[in-house]
């Protein structure tokens, strides 16, 4: 028994110096990404030039979208534009981005309900789950995006606080410098690595080694923290939902942060939809505290940036924040717009459960066809 106790520990304490380590590969891949955007492009006005095909937001919310589907992780996504942020990207083009990402990363709980396509009735309440994550964020965009274009909401509150942190009267963020003191030595050696690569080329092998550090510190952080935290994680799960909207968000947003995934906290729901433990009305609720505690990833990526970048890897990053913190508010706060999401994914769900191909053809169109024929055009 001493023997099992000891291996335990063993692996246990092993568990959480990955999640460090990963935790700091991540940081460092992010410092990766803003410091070759920023060679690359020569900064601000040289990202404008290079992203100007994508001057037009929808075009940008759709790349964002397109990217998320593709790698199956907002965090990933997110932490790749606040580097891309901190190089110069411009904030016009950053938050539609952003916007993109949150479509983008309900794909995997749709394709998680796919599973459930032997047995009609546990398909129908699984996808019926499932796609109402997707017709929130869908509907937020179509609320918040025109919103931001008009008067640019998001940003001037973003960027009002992240002022207040990063150039307060009292403490200056810039002057505190120890996060880059921690990525440095990871960055300069990357950078060190690819040093043979002739001119500005050396900015674009950084921004793509930042881009695959992202995505595996990531996806092994999920792992690694769905190993020593899955377990409390599914208690919570268990022990809230259906307990009322603000216990569901509240647990949503709580599992989110401690296994740093939103695509696995709503996928591990799915099955108790399927087997009709919980109905999509129930199950709503927690989605939305998936979207709100999804965006720890951004604001800890924006951690990794410091000096004149600063502020504006962490407007980004609360740009996140608010818009999906407020879409809860306001969609789920007003009656009318709390009951589009749960209609729209109780009709396709009853359109899908009859006709398995439409399903299909839901999740195919909406992640991959559209928007890559839409990019296609524009180029």
């Known amino acids: 028994m001493s023997v099992f106790n000891n291996n335990f520990k063993t692996n246990k304490l092993f568990n959480w110096v990955a999640v460090i380590f990963l935790i700091y590969s991540m940081l460092v891949a992010v410092s990766t990404v803003g410091s070759g ?69 309900t794909i995997t709980n749709t394709i998680v309900s796919i599973g459930h396509v032997r047995d009609k009735a546990e398909f129908k309440r699984a996808f019926s789950a499932a796609t109402v994550h997707d017709f929130f964020n869908l509907l937020a965009v179509i609320i918040f995006l025109p919103l931001e274009l008009m008067f640019g909401m998001l940003e001037k509150i973003a960027t009002a606080t992240a002022h207040f942190f990063v150039d307060g009267a009292n403490v200056s963020m810039k002057e505190f410098n120890f996060m880059k003191a921690m990525t440095k030595p990871g960055v300069n050696f990357i950078s060190e690595l690819v040093s043979v690569v002739p001119g500005k080329m050396v900015g674009i092998v950084m921004v793509i080694t930042g881009v695959l550090i ?20 599914k208690n919570i799960l268990h022990n809230t939902i259906g307990k009322g909207p603000v216990t569901g968000v509240a647990s949503g947003a709580l599992m989110t942060v401690m296994v740093q995934s939103s695509s696995t906290s709503t996928s591990l729901m799915i099955p108790l939809a399927g087997s009709g433990m919980f109905t999509t009305r129930q199950i709503y609720p927690f989605t939305l505290g998936a979207n709100i505690g999804t965006t720890i990833t951004a604001l800890l990526a924006a951690t990794a940036i410091s000096g004149s970048a600063a502020e504006a890897a962490l407007t980004i990053a609360l740009v996140h924040f608010l818009f999906n913190f407020l879409a809860v508010v306001v969609i789920y706060g007003i009656p009318v717009l709390r009951e589009i999401p749960l209609r729209l994914a109780e009709h396709l769900a009853e359109v899908g459960t009859n006709n398995k191909l439409l399903a299909l053809g839901y999740v195919l169109g909406t992640f991959f066809v559209i928007p890559g024929l839409i990019m296609i055009g524009v180029r």
């Open 37 to 105: 955007f920023k060679i690359f492009s020569g900064g601000a006005a040289g990202a404008e030039q290079i992203f100007e095909f994508v001057t037009n937001p929808f075009i940008a919310l759709i790349l964002g979208t397109l990217a998320t589907a593709l790698v199956q992780s907002s965090s990933t996504v997110t932490a790749v534009i606040v580097g891309l942020v901190a190089g110069g990207l411009p904030l016009s083009i950053a938050i539609p981005m952003i916007m993109g990402a949150n479509i983008g990363t």
């Open 214 to 233: 992202i995505l595996f510190s990531v996806t092994f952080l999920g792992k690694v923290l769905k190993k020593v935290l899955v377990g409390r994680a």
